[in-house]
């Protein structure tokens, strides 16, 4: 069960679901997978199927309350104060909070109010009760903690020297150094991060240390000294200084869209040119399910 909920509203004020005379007396779809995405090709010309089945399903979660008040008038006040950010929430992404109560773990999603439904007002124990129920779908099934992590990368600095070719090879070269991040997802599952890359440095590209196949995010062009790209996965937006966009920097044949895997790992900032301004800062809430 729960011990806190919350949902934001329109001035990014968290209101209470469950507390004092709004009581939360049941909630589904917090926990579990809610469901894989199943796609499956029959084999051209061949006995079987391809089984390209490999994503998870939107996340509804349906939560059941009760508002109580010692009057009508105390209830229909819990009643307008309810209701008020659920339709909010209609048509809006908004950030349902809550606390698991056995553990403590304090976790979020957004969520867009899916349905709602209101039971009778009736007389109970000497107090008036108002049953509700709002079902909440959230696009991105994962679950993320409410404390955002920021992972300061170190300053680039220059490699050694290296050998000149005289015919093109298929590999990469690293003609930079240092520049890491050290990342910690103490989260069940892989979550997605935000880069922010600051300048100056040119090419630069953004790999996940270890990972095979080589998994990173390639970009063209420069960062400017004072300025960073934000370069958001889950979103796949990539923005100068977060605002303007700029995903015509993006090499889409080099570039992964990686996720945090589960533990610690190391995040590596690559540039062709550089000054001692540029580093890569990782941001990410681990996640669960």
Do not use: C
């Amino acid at each position: 069960m729960i011990s806190a909920m919350t949902l934001r509203d329109s001035s990014a004020t968290d209101i209470a679901l469950h507390s004092g005379n709004r009581l939360v007396r049941q909630v589904t779809g917090l926990t579990g997978a809610p469901g894989i995405r199943q796609v499956v090709r029959p084999r051209p010309n061949r006995h079987g199927a391809i089984n390209d089945t490999s994503h998870m399903h939107e996340r509804a979660i349906v939560v059941s309350g009760v508002l109580k008040g010692a009057n009508e008038a105390g209830v229909w006040t819990e009643y307008d104060a309810v209701q008020s950010v659920m339709f909010d929430a209609v048509g809006t992404d908004r950030t349902l909070k809550w606390t698991r109560a056995s553990s403590a773990l304090a976790l979020q999603a957004t969520v867009r109010v899916h349905d709602l439904f209101d039971g009778p007002l009736s007389f109970e124990n000497g107090l008036f009760h108002l049953p509700y129920q709002a079902t909440f779908l959230a696009e991105d099934p994962r679950e993320y903690l409410q404390t955002e992590t920021t992972a300061t990368g170190a300053a680039l600095s220059g490699a050694a020297g290296g050998l000149v070719f005289s015919a093109a090879f298929p590999w990469r070269f690293t003609p930079s150094g240092a520049g890491a991040a050290s990342v910690n997802n103490t989260g069940t599952i892989p979550t997605p991060p935000v880069f922010n890359v600051y300048g100056a440095v040119s090419s630069p590209q953004v790999l996940l240390v270890g990972s095979s196949p080589d998994e990173r995010i390639v970009l063209t062009g420069s960062v400017s000294d004072g300025d960073y790209l934000e370069v958001d996965v889950f979103n796949r937006t990539i923005k100068l200084n977060g605002t303007t966009n700029r995903l015509n920097l993006l090499d889409f044949t080099g570039t992964t869209w990686f996720d945090l895997p589960v533990g610690s790992k190391t995040i590596r900032l690559l540039g062709a040119t550089f000054n001692a301004n540029a580093r890569v800062d990782v941001l990410y809430r681990p996640a669960y399910l």
